[in-house]
């Protein structure tokens, strides 16, 4: 009973501090304004347009392309999270109150708007709907995003299932059912107490590398450096392995696929459909 009730309260205090920090100016990523920027050295017009309107891997953009941006935000989210947990580190002891609450929620804030970034470039769908609250789906998949950037296996596989349901359906918005109440739903919850668990880990190494000012400012910045980064590339490597990151192409009824034995052609009118591009389509 014991262990039920420090679970639930690992839970609760994760899912309260990812509700909080969501809620940070700055923190959500408006999809189609990041990928029309990230994606403009790198891309024409037309791929741009597509890839907004529906995903990067629907406009055809090589994985190699997409992974040269994702680490271009990575580098850009990890500079800034690094300077601002040293400017809260640079008090000492006797602000150690007000910094560490401030540099935890900061630092998943970042969490969140790398999770998003690399979301949109490997052709996830938005994850916000403008709400001022998380909804329960959108909580769901962003407590597996972090469970895979903590390098939790379970969250892996879920992330993978999710991933697969979106890849089956060509779907537009994450699949409510399956992260609130399908099989994924309970990995979720375990993911959540272990991340609440691991968070109030965190905050304690913070705290004491916040004791000393201007040296602490030191430490704590190296030691968001020496976190961050690697949390983000495990996330970047796992999202781009999926099949929902991988180029496609266009199918259109009549035409016959060589070898696309996962392609699903509707019986009747136009569609798009996962095609990986180095299969050629029959004239």
């Not at 969140?112 to 052709?123: D, E, G, N, T």
């Amino acid at each position: 009973m014991d262990m039920d009730k420090t679970s639930e309260n690992a839970e609760s205090r994760f899912s309260a501090l990812l509700a909080a920090a969501a809620k940070l100016p700055g923190v959500r990523i408006d999809r189609d304004a990041y990928l029309r920027t990230a994606l403009r050295r790198h891309c024409s017009e037309e791929d741009i347009r597509r890839a907004t309107e529906e995903t990067p891997a629907a406009a055809g953009i090589p994985l190699d392309v997409l992974d040269r941006v994702a680490n271009e935000s990575i580098r850009y989210e990890t500079a800034k999270v690094s300077a601002i947990s040293a400017a809260t580190g640079l008090p000492g002891l006797l602000a150690m109150p007000a910094t560490v609450p401030a540099d935890l929620a900061q630092y998943v804030g970042h969490m969140l708007r790398i999770a998003q970034k690399l979301a949109y470039l490997y052709s996830w769908p938005d994850l916000f709907s403008g709400e001022d609250d998380l909804d329960d789906a959108t909580r769901s998949v962003l407590t597996l995003f972090f469970g895979v950037m903590f390098g939790t296996q379970s969250a892996n596989a879920a992330v993978g299932k999710v991933a697969e349901a979106l890849s089956k359906e060509v779907a537009k918005k994450l699949p409510q059912k399956a992260l609130t109440k399908g099989v994924v739903y309970p990995v979720v919850k375990k993911v959540a107490a272990h991340l609440g668990v691991k968070m109030t880990k965190q905050t304690f190494a913070k705290s004491v590398s916040k004791a000393v000012p201007v040296v602490g400012a030191a430490v704590s910045g190296t030691f968001t450096l020496a976190t961050f980064l690697p949390m983000s590339k495990r996330l970047k490597k796992h999202l781009s392995g999926l099949e929902i990151a991988e180029p496609t192409g266009q199918v259109i009824v009549g035409e016959v696929v060589r070898d696309a034995d996962e392609v699903n052609v509707p019986k009747q009118g136009r569609d798009w459909r996962l095609v990986r591009r180095r299969k050629e389509v029959e004239e």
